[in-house]
């Protein structure tokens, strides 16, 4: 399953995970159909709202988590 449908899944659905993320349904929306991409901050707020079960590098692969991690 992709990352950010099971964090959906996971959490109970698009508007709970905007809840958290501090987001509109529509931008989740938006970041599931591939017109938006989730920022980090908010791959980050998913990775510890669900204790890790989605991580950052699988919701963006994209970004150098290394170094934002500070691991570089």
């Known amino acids: 399953m992709e990352p950010l449908k099971k964090a959906i899944t996971t ?3 698009q508007r709970e995970l905007a809840r958290i993320c501090g987001v509109s349904q529509v931008a989740v929306s938006k970041w599931l159909n591939g017109v938006s991409k989730i920022g980090e901050d908010k ?18 692969p994209d970004v150098n988590w290394s170094v934002i991690r500070g691991r570089a």
């Open 11 to 13: 959490v109970g659905g």
């Open 43 to 60: 791959a980050i707020l998913l990775e510890q709202a669900l204790n890790g079960l989605v991580t950052c590098e699988e919701l963006r």
